[in-house]
């Protein structure tokens, strides 16, 4: 394992191992095996699990009725870039401890932001050589950097869609420098997720105006990073509302659609988030099919929503049903191209042990194990295939083929539905699906 500075951070818990299913050890994988080889990848390979930084690192457990339970260790220096370097070293002994290969952050996650924008730029240049002597001392990756363009009061109209210029270009010096830190850290992808932009009222909102400024603006960034030489890929991560009202990356479809009308479609793919797909009114694997046949599916944040609450829990995944149905469309598309799953999750105000942390994304880890072991069955040795595709075989042969292959009219439709005359019922078969899936769990 990797050195892990002076200070050990998480006392007592060492590298987590996977132990399979009848292991009692609450610190260890009963699902995840990172060598296992399913559907000819590695699991490691088939999920590039990620922390996420300000969960993890930076989450106090805050809430609107109260303040942060959590009392880190790696919080208590008042110099902003020793706490910094000191989080960097419980982050990076956490994620080595997990066997996780990723970290995702915010540019301000890393260090707090200062009271100048010349002396954030200071202090984030100086993390970000911190952080990559810890990432060649661990191997540990980075999966995507972002920019918080969203917590400061300055970005309450928005960021990359505020009315104001002014506000619009500090955003883009805020996310020149994140794009700067990720590529120094070779990031394998850059994420925008719009936390502000969007609107609470359209009585003072010029929405086509701030779609254009916001198609802008991302060209821009993706210019600058393409010039630096950046490789990777760019994700948008939609979210239907939550902090705004209507927010303009509103799901998969939306988002695709956005990306296609400004032309950024070769460069920018999808993040699903489980809980935003659920605020949507969609479900995980609806959002993973829309952004997987626009080609795509780019990368997943992973938790749940609570399905009683209307707001973003974060909750870490543990719903099998869920995510082996997820874990289905994933699979036939072939996977992620070029993300990973990110832990985009936090675990709850009152957990408050050392070990909670870890428990949580063990958890969140076989979850997305086990689904994938039980998808990856599903689709090799049950009726399922077969029965989806049997649905469509009207379009196998004669004239349903013809359709497909664009040589129909109208007009060859009407023809057809005179021969036929009237048709029997063809039964969809959803409680059989359903049972299919709950088999093989
Ligand atoms: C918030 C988002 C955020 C993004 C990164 O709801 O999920 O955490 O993943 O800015
Ligand atoms: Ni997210
Ligand atoms: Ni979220």
Known sequence: MANLGDKEYFKGIGEIKFEGKDSDNPLAFKYYNPEQVVAGKTMREHFKFSIAYWHTFCGQGGDPFGPGTQNFEWDKASDPIQAAKDKADAAFEFISKMGFDYFCFHDYDLIQEASTFAESEKRLATITDYIKEKKAASGVKLLWGTANCFSNPRYMNGAATNPDFNVLSRAGGQVKLALDATMAL?????????????YMSLLNT?????????????????????????????????????????????????AIGFLKEYGLEKDFKINIEVNHATLAQHTFQHEIATAAKAGMLGSLDANRGDYQNGWDTDQFPNNIQETTEAMLVFLKAGGLQGGGVNFDAKIRRNSTD????????????????????????????????????????????GKGKDFEAGKLSLEDLYKVAQENGELELKSGKQELFENIINQYI
């Not at 070779?186 to 969007?198: A, K, M, Q």
């Not at 990777?232 to 998969?252: A, L, V």
């Open 354 to 397: 050392m070990e909670d942390v870890f428990l949580a994304h063990i958890g969140g880890a076989d979850t997305f194990a086990r689904a994938l072991l039980t998808a990856d069955k599903i689709i090799t040795s049950s009726a399922y295939d077969d029965l989806r595709t049997k649905r469509y075989s009207s379009f196998d042969a």
């Open 206 to 254: 010029d929405m086509g105006r701030e779609l254009d400024h916001m198609g802008q603006f991302l060209t821009m960034a993706r210019d600058y990073a393409r010039a630096q030489g950046f490789k990777g890929n760019f994700f948008i991560e939609p979210k239907p509302m939550e902090p705004m009202k209507h927010q303009y990356d509103f799901d998969s479809a939306t």
């Open 186 to 198: 070779d990031g394998e992808n850059y994420v925008f997720w719009g936390g502000r932009e969007g």
